[in-house]
């Protein structure tokens, strides 16, 4: 059983930063990939990104690509989106994920655990 606790969000102008945090609880937290996601409201969830258990592989959404950066921290049991030049559009509130393997984080229907989430809100 792993538990996931996101923090970091919040509000934060336009081509402003934020650095969203997951920490896991578990002994296993090293043997999942981790990714991120977002839902705006009375939307799906949507991928943005994710890392593999070594953090040696990541994949991005398109659209995020260049200004998200996904990691990881194994030794602190937790993950990281960087968030830089934020744009309005990226508000929305962002999720913590694990699952068995980055491919199937990013189809977003093999995900073993969620977190609560998290809201990101960019003013312009």
């Known amino acids: 059983q792993v538990q996931l606790v996101e923090s970091g969000g919040g509000l934060v102008q336009a081509g402003g930063s934020l650095r969203l945090s997951c920490a896991a609880s578990g002994r296993t937290f090293g043997s999942y990939a981790m990714g991120w996601f977002r839902q705006a409201p009375g939307k799906e969830r949507e991928f943005v990104a994710a890392i593999n258990w070594s953090g040696g592989s990541t994949r991005y959404a398109d659209s995020r690509k260049g200004r998200f950066t996904i990691s990881r921290n194994n030794a602190k049991n937790t993950v990281y989106l960087q968030m830089n030049s934020l744009k309005p559009e990226d508000t929305d509130v962002y999720y913590c994920?694990?699952?068995?393997?980055?491919?199937?984080?990013?189809?977003?229907?093999?995900?073993?655990?969620w977190g609560q989430g998290t809201q990101v809100t960019v003013s312009s």
């Open positions: 994920a694990a699952g068995s393997a980055v491919a199937l984080i990013v189809d977003g229907r093999r995900i073993d655990y």
